[in-house]
């Protein structure tokens, strides 16, 4: 079974710092997107930041300029790092990828079991 396996979340201080990282574990042939998705309190689920299937990077517009999403050489793990966090900001993130999965090659949508970001004031 394919799994998204989150680490990096918890509180910080206002204006600090905080880098997500997500690993994708299980039996899969590639990865065709993968990124990460917020959702603030009493708000929808949005686009954080991720990679797209050409290798582009995507941004939600509410976060832009203050996330940096990267990726490591086997593009099987991806990092967001989260700077000047405010404490409006607090979110779940979610770790989220299209994964080709073993052994039918079929595309399967697979999220991680969610992430707290919190800033105090």
């Known amino acids: 079974q394919v799994q998204l396996v989150e680490s990096g979340g918890g509180l910080v201080q206002a204006g600090g710092s905080l880098r997500l990282s997500c690993a994708a574990s299980?039996?899969?042939?590639?990865?065709?997107?993968m990124g990460w998705y917020r959702e603030a309190p009493g708000n929808q689920r949005e686009l954080g930041a991720g990679?797209?299937?050409?290798?582009?990077?995507n941004y939600g517009d509410s976060v832009k300029g203050r996330l940096t999403i990267s990726r490591d050489t086997a593009k099987t793990t991806v990092y967001l790092q989260m700077n000047s966090l405010k404490p409006e900001e607090k979110a779940l993130y979610y770790c989220?990828?299209?994964?080709?999965?073993?052994?039918?090659?079929?595309?399967?949508?697979?999220w991680g079991q969610g992430t707290q970001v919190t800033a105090s004031s």
């Open positions: 989220n990828a299209m994964i080709v999965v073993e052994p039918t090659g079929t595309a399967g949508n697979v």
């Open positions: 299980g039996r899969f042939f590639s990865i065709l997107s």
């Open positions: 990679f797209g299937s050409g290798g582009d990077t």
